[in-house]
């Protein structure tokens, strides 16, 4: 019978991976393992995931932090629909799928795959700075569900820029929650990655904010837009209402958006869109007040 296991990595977003009867599955940091965690509590080759022709059984392969089934190291006993695993603290879940379950789950991956080129031929070279921008958000929000956003560029100073917004109100943006969006950005910006969270008040970080516990943002996803060792930019993206999880082919996707705008804007160098900022010129103004005022405080 065919297994699905998924992973929930902190921060970010639940990534599953289904194994069919017959094939084996090797979790670990090596790129050459079939489930690829790229986390330094896991070995390069942690643990094994095996059919025995009548089930799945789990074996630890000499890791340094560990291998548990439901808390215990595995005993070589068949694992159970529903079992909590944990690779040296990272939490996973297992299931028995059906057949056809898992070629819907196939089926998905394919259509977010289809997903991603189409998002990424609407980021056309062709367009001014501004809407590449502009449509690079509006896919993002799509994509994530979520229903605000805006994008800042790396102005020559070093600083960052709004260059375009959709969803806020000057109201909302001088607010005192809004510190919660500026925690994000001042994360990503730390980090160089991508954060993404799909329950902001059960997040460790950004979930003691106050601007976050006063009726909060419930989902977030701030990306850098980065070319090469440079960040050119980055892009927000939130929801004042919890969603389904991110899910790892979301993420993916958003970085393959975020990675071709800034190929685009790369290429582009310096440049001004008086045109989009006109279409949002209040907003963008109190966006840039609010987070000269708060990044370096956040």
């Known amino acids: 019978m065919p297994a699905k296991l998924t992973l929930y990595p902190p921060r970010r977003a639940s990534r599953f991976v289904v194994i069919r009867d017959g094939e084996t599955l090797v979790i670990g940091r090596d790129a050459q393992c079939g489930l690829v965690l790229e986390?330094?509590?896991?070995?390069?080759?942690?643990?094994?995931?095996?059919?025995?022709g009548e089930g799945w059984v789990l074996e630890d392969l000499g890791s340094k932090n560990g291998t548990t089934v439901n808390g215990r190291p595995p005993t070589g006993a068949e694992l159970g629909h529903g079992d909590s695993i944990d690779f040296g603290g990272l939490s996973a879940y297992f299931e028995r799928v059906t057949a056809a379950q898992a070629a819907?789950?196939?089926?998905?991956?394919?259509?977010?795959?289809?997903?991603?080129?189409?998002?990424?031929?609407?980021?056309?070279?062709?367009?001014?700075?501004?809407?590449?921008?502009?449509?690079l958000m509006q896919s993002a929000m799509e994509l994530t569900g979520t229903e605000r956003g805006f994008v800042l560029v790396t102005a020559p100073d070093g600083k960052l820029r709004v260059e375009v917004a959709d969803g806020f109100t000057p109201d909302e943006v001088r607010d005192e929650r809004f510190r919660g969006s500026v925690g994000a950005v001042k994360q990503a910006m730390e980090t160089g990655g991508p954060v993404v969270v799909a329950d902001v008040p059960s997040d460790p970080r950004l979930?003691?904010?106050?601007?976050?516990?006063?009726?909060?943002?419930g989902s977030l996803a701030c990306l850098p837009l980065r070319r090469e060792d440079k960040i050119?930019?980055?892009?927000y993206v939130d929801s004042r209402k919890l969603g389904p999880a991110f899910t790892s082919s979301d993420i993916e996707i958003l970085e393959?958006?975020?990675?071709?705008?800034?190929?685009?804007?790369?290429?582009?160098?310096?440049?001004?869109?008086?045109?989009?900022?006109?279409?949002?010129a209040e907003v963008i103004e109190h966006l840039q007040q609010r987070l000269e005022e708060l990044l370096p405080a956040v």
């Open 256 to 280: 393959s958006l975020t990675a071709r705008a800034a190929e685009v804007l790369a290429e582009v160098g310096e440049y001004e869109s008086p045109a989009a900022r006109r279409r949002s």
């Open 104 to 135: 819907a789950l196939d089926s998905h991956r394919l259509a977010r795959i289809q997903t991603s080129a189409d998002l990424r031929r609407r980021l056309r070279a062709d367009l001014e700075p501004a809407d590449l921008l502009l449509r």
């Open 232 to 235: 050119l930019g980055m892009i």
């Open 39 to 52: 986390d330094p509590r896991v070995s390069k080759q942690h643990a094994r995931l095996s059919w025995t």
């Open 207 to 217: 979930g003691r904010r106050p601007s976050v516990v006063l009726k909060g943002i």
